[in-house]
């Protein structure tokens, strides 16, 4: 089925020959920025930069993402407290640089030390554009230093203090030095070769910064943003011509300089832009071409940029421009609204837009840009562009890009009712696509005379790629063709695999081995997984080789399912012969089928009657008696058949037991020996309860039911882990437990097999009349005691036995009440849904391993419903682990912090709650997280579970003793903000201490000041704040003493701990002062006035009391009055400050008194 775009569309234009690439994307960035949370109104993006690693985009709250190309992990976050981010750029030749702009006027040069697995730091910080907007950054990557002009027209330039230079090197470099400063703004700047390239308002320059020299490029001025860059003309870094110079003039022109500064040409493009735009080739709408012509274009470009190979890129905010300059042409024109910025790597665009989104966008061939959209299964859009450009297709060279067969199969895939155009001109470009050569269609005649059913496509290296289709092939044309592709086959295993480049893309990762498949997506720290980038290379020697062992295969099952057919034909001839008149049969069947329906339909008014009596609705025992005798009924007609038995229960057990002997067993199954995975009977097996945990979808696959004696084990083990995925598509029962069996006590048995469809059809009225007693049967038996009766069935086996008669919704909220007693429940509710569910369209994308794709489709289930979502959102964590837990919170209130916590890992489920929490606004997320918790045991759950994942050691926090550490408090906890919330909800007071005692047994002291200001424990805080030593926890006002007798407590204390030994001090992993420095020890000055001493302390009551008020505490704390000259200084300053407000207050009064004086007068 397509994925395509399902509306019918009017006839493609076709695009002038002359027009041979497209801007494309293939790729949404979106879920990126809502994982960054950049896509909120109040969090924007604003700038960013693309290097071969790095995808770094500043914010405008002055942090700066670091997003790792490959895999498209989030690494870094770094911060700035002078502003936003309002400029980036990466180190092209060194990429553990990396140089920001702040809106404050800050440059600033981080080194990520990711070799080393240190921790990023500034190293260099420039103040030179103080108070002026920075406009424009470059890097000088030979001498690591980075150039920066901003609006005043100043150009200074800020070398990287890096650790890697000896300290010899920069000993006597000054590390920031103005270079210039021109008559008006800077636009741009570029660097190459020993040369600074400025562009402003109304020139450009060009200085060569080792000389010192300058120099104007040409003699007119201008007036208004325009962009200039350098221009390699070699792709070599060494050797080859000096690059040129290309500075943007009004009315569409460019001039071409040479790298001394002349100008050597004027290029005019005005006319030229009077082409038609092309399309974007995008997801989002369907390509829209106007072959009308447009009038001539004057436009500003405001900036230029090198692009991929020999091209030059600009755009103004409404469309995108791509040139070739040393040919004077257009290459292509696009509209595109609103772009603000745009970074470039080799032939990728990222571009932001104004309202803070972003794209991705590539500039590929026409012909590239139809093979990465079949890649895709973007039938349409690839169809689009087949008809858009027929000259781009038809040559043979581009055959092994876009095969004939390929496109052939493009045209199965549309609906000729949607696309009726559309299959016309593509049957048009199909007629006339051209063989590769001559010699390739002799081959090709070679093999389709040897392979008459088979389709194939000619790989990049020449080989052709057989692909089978399935059909009626004589025994011995199978046969020499499985000898042939064997041998083939033996041969390949002799080449030595390794990747092959592909022209135009970078192969990233192993998947690049296989090009068709969705490429998994991997996360941020929130472990967000996302299916960026470009697409993996081919490998050619490995396809053939898979293509051939794959088609082995396949030959082998079809002559193995032959057998298996005759077999079974042979078979079924025995039965007809010796099994009775079937219509008899079918009609005595039929009458006993209707007579148990009956049977059933009058046993269920009859319980639905008494359950009515309030005396039986309010007494357990009874409701249960009757409930019991119900089911009864309900097991002689619905049940299963029991292992052992010699009768028949039924006539609707001899109907399934009939149809499960006439359905054929798979191909595993019948050379293993082994029972069908989806029969309705069970066997002995395993402990004395039958219970067998669950597993994880990996282990699942890999194991199979144990073999027959005789069957080697090794080989059912590799062929179990090759028809794994089959078999779980068949079948997606694991092992769970059902409890008990329906009678004969308590018989070890195997779990038998969930049932989401009912054995017969039931009518409607019958089956609304079953659900609400099976579902209250289910729910008492959850809250039964764990002491089963012999001969009562479990609730675990009914869930299986019945799911077909249940309310999905109220199962659900049962298995999680009673979870902590029978989690055998939600593992058999989780199956059940997930068979139930199997069906859907989803399962498909998410057993491709494309994690966006996968939530993007459970988006479009809306309105969801929460066992059929949570069946996926299960599936997804098998699949990807913490990366999809994280993006559940998107699903709330359908799936509830309940059920992930019940589905994830503890660490997953705690970031799943932090980002679900944080999804909300500030000042909301308290009372969320407060309707989340239901239980109060909840919360000291969360506090202990967070206290926990991503936290200092208690080693590092507490002392031998059990006391506070040293300054421990500046440690950094992953959860912070999390543990922050959960303290402050309202609690009653047992909880709160238990909640301190958890906090400080965990060494959390912010947390625990706060309970301990809540419990009114002042003097337990006083004594924590001394040990940590840190006068700044004093600012908060809960803390601060309320009383004389509290700073004398206070006092007290400090003097006690100052006179106890020190201990060691931790290195805290979170304590950094803006410029990226550790914190400040205690030698310094800065460090003692932040202790807490007595001396501090009475500086502190001061500034409440006065000086002379503040001495006398400190006297009756029977303390030396010997102050330090700093703190008798600033006493007197207070007392002389203290002199002043009262003479300026008795002034104040008294001209008052006067003017009510004379008022009065």
Not at 833 to 860: A, C, P
Request: one cysteine or more; hydrophobic letters at 35%.
């Amino acid at each position: 089925m397509s994925r395509g775009l399902p509306f019918t569309m009017p006839p493609v234009p076709v695009v002038p020959e002359g027009q041979s690439h497209v801007l494309a994307e293939f790729d949404c960035l979106d879920p990126l920025l809502s994982a960054l949370r950049l896509d909120s109104g109040r969090l924007k993006c604003t700038c960013l930069a693309v290097s071969k690693k790095w995808l770094g985009l500043g914010t405008s709250a002055g942090g700066l993402h670091l997003i790792q190309r490959e895999g498209w992990k989030q690494r870094l976050i770094l911060t700035h407290k002078e502003g936003s981010i309002i400029q980036v750029a990466c180190c092209p030749s060194d990429e553990d640089f990396i140089a920001v702009a702040t809106s404050q006027g800050l440059v600033a040069v981080w080194e990520l030390q990711l070799e080393r697995r240190g921790r990023p730091e500034r190293v260099s910080v420039s103040w030179e554009h103080r108070g002026q907007r920075v406009t424009a950054l470059c890097w000088d990557s030979g001498s690591l230093r980075v150039f920066a002009g901003d609006q005043g027209g100043k150009v200074s330039f800020l070398r990287a203090g890096s650790t890697k230079l000896s300290k010899a090197a920069t000993f006597v470099i000054f590390p920031v030095q103005t270079v210039t400063t021109v008559d008006s703004r800077v636009v741009q700047l570029g660097y190459q070769e020993g040369r600074l390239l400025v562009s402003s308002l109304s020139r450009c320059y060009l200085c060569d910064t080792e000389r010192e020299k300058f120099w104007r490029i040409g003699n007119k001025e201008r007036d208004g943003e325009y962009g200039a860059c350098f221009f390699p003309q070699s792709r070599s870094p060494a050797g080859g011509p000096p690059p040129l110079l290309y500075c943007a003039r009004p009315g569409s022109r460019i001039w071409e300089s040479s790298f001394s500064g002349e100008v050597l040409s004027t290029h005019q493009f005005k006319q030229l832009l009077a082409c038609p735009p092309l399309p974007l080739i995008s997801y989002r709408s369907e390509p829209q071409y106007v072959p009308a012509q447009r009038s001539s274009q004057s436009i500003a470009f405001s900036k230029l940029l090198y692009l991929g190979d020999q091209h030059l890129l600009t755009w103004t905010d409404s469309a995108i421009y791509i040139f070739r300059p040393q040919s004077g042409q257009v290459l292509l024109w696009s509209e595109i609204k609103d772009v603000v910025d745009i970074a470039v790597h080799r032939s990728e665009l990222f571009c932001l837009h104004g309202n803070g989104q972003m794209s991705h966008l590539s500039l590929v061939s026409a012909e590239r840009c139809v093979e990465r959209l079949l890649r895709r299964d973007s039938w349409v859009l690839a169809a689009s562009v087949c008809c858009m450009f027929p000259h781009a297709l038809v040559p043979s060279r581009t055959r092994k890009l876009v095969p004939i067969d390929r496109v052939e199969h493009l045209k199965t895939q549309l609906s000729p009712a949607s696309h009726p155009e559309l299959l016309r001109q593509l049957d048009e470009v199909i007629s006339r696509l051209e063989p590769l050569d001559s010699a390739s269609s002799s081959r090709r005649s070679s093999i389709s005379s040897h392979v008459s059913l088979e389709s194939f496509n000619v790989l990049d290296c020449g080989i052709y790629r057989v692909i089978s289709r399935r059909g009626s092939q004589s025994e011995e044309e199978t046969g020499s063709f499985i000898n042939q592709s064997a041998s083939e086959e033996d041969r390949l295993k002799e080449f030595a695999f390794g990747p092959e480049e592909d022209q135009g893309e970078q192969a990233q990762g192993p998947e690049a081995e296989h090009p068709e498949a969705e490429r998994p997506e991997a996360g941020l720290p929130f472990h967000l997984n996302l299916p960026f980038g470009p697409n993996q290379p081919r490998i050619a020697l490995q396809a053939v080789k898979d293509s051939v062992s794959s088609f082995v295969k396949k030959i082998n099952t079809l002559q193995m399912n032959t057998d298996l057919w005759q077999r079974s034909e042979a078979q079924l001839e025995v039965l007809v012969a010796t099994s009775p008149s079937s219509e008899d049969m079918d009609h005595e069947v039929c009458t006993e089928t209707e007579n148990e329906l009956q049977e059933l339909r009058a046993a269920t008014e009859r319980a639905t009657l008494q359950i009515q009596d309030p005396f039986v609705l309010m007494d357990p025992a009874a409701l249960g008696d009757v409930l019991r005798e119900w089911l009864q009924v309900l097991e002689r007609v619905l049940g299963v058949e029991q292992p052992g038995s010699t009768s028949e229960d039924g006539p609707l057990k001899e109907v399934r037991t009939r149809e499960e002997r006439s359905k054929p067993q798979s191909l595993e199954q019948q050379q293993q020996g082994e029972p069908p995975l989806c029969s309705s009977s069970w066997e002995p097996i395993g402990p004395e309860t039958g219970e067998q945990p669950p597993l994880p979808e990996k282990e699942n696959q890999g194991r199979g039911l144990e073999p027959e004696s005789g069957v080697d084990p090794e080989s059912t083990e590799d062929e179990e882990e090759e028809n794994a995925g089959e078999r779980q598509e068949r079948c997606q029962s694991s092992p769970v437990p059902a409890g008990g069996g329906p009678a004969g006590g308590g018989e070890p048995v195997r779990p038998e097999p969930v049932r989401v469809q009912p054995p017969t059809p039931l009518p409607s009225d019958l089956l609304g009349d079953l659900t609400p007693l099976a579902t209250l049967y289910l729910e008492m038996s959850c809250f039964r005691g764990q002491g089963e009766e012999p001969g009562v069935l479990s609730a675990a086996g009914f869930l299986r036995r019945y799911f077909f008669l249940l309310d999905a919704e109220r199962v659900r909220r049962a298995c999680l009440l009673c979870h902590a007693e029978r989690p055998e429940m939600q593992r058999s509710f989780i199956e059940a849904v997930q068979e139930l569910t199997r069906s859907s369209k989803v399962v498909e994308v998410i057993q491709k391993g494309d994690l966006l794709k996968s939530l993007r489709g459970l988006r479009e289930l809306q309105p969801w419903s929460a066992p059929e979502l949570l069946a996926h959102t299960h599936r997804l964590y098998e699949r990807h682990g913490e990366a999809a837990v994280r993006s559940f919170s998107q699903f709330h209130p359908a799936v509830t912090p309940a059920d992930v916590a019940l589905m994830a890992q503890p660490p997953h489920f705690l970031a799943y709650l932090d980002n679900l929490v944080q999804s909300h606004a500030e000042e909301l997320r308290l009372s969320f997280l407060g309707s989340l918790l239901q239980s109060e045991s909840l919360r000291q759950d969360w506090l202990e579970l967070g206290l926990s994942h991503d936290a200092p050691q208690p080693s590092d926090t507490l002392t031998a003793d059990g006391q506070p550490r040293w300054h421990s408090h500046f440690f950094s906890w992953g959860y912070g903000r999390l543990l922050s919330l959960l303290i402050q909800l309202p609690a009653d007071l047992s909880s709160k201490e238990t909640m301190a005692e958890t906090c400080r047994s965990r060494g959390y002291w912010t947390g625990f000041l706060y309970l301990c200001c809540e419990l009114q424990q002042r003097t337990e805080a006083f004594s924590t704040i001394c040990r940590l030593d840190d006068m700044s926890l004093l600012e908060d006002p809960q803390v601060v003493p309320q009383t004389v007798q509290e700073w004398k407590v206070l006092i007290q204390l400090s003097q006690q701990c100052s006179t106890e030994p020190e201990p060691a001090p931790p290195t805290p992993n979170g304590t950094s002062t803006p410029n990226g420095t550790a914190t400040l020890v205690n030698g310094s000055a800065e460090g003692r006035r932040r202790q807490v001493t007595p001396e501090n302390l009475t500086l502190r009551l001061a500034q409440s009391v006065g000086p002379d008020r503040a001495l006398e505490v400190l006297e009756e704390c029977g303390l030396p009055l010997a102050l330090s000259p700093h703190s008798a200084l600033v006493c007197e300053l207070l007392r002389v400050a203290e002199k002043r407000q009262r003479a300026t207050i008795q002034t104040m009064l008294e001209r008052c008194d006067r003017f009510l004086w004379s008022q009065h007068a």
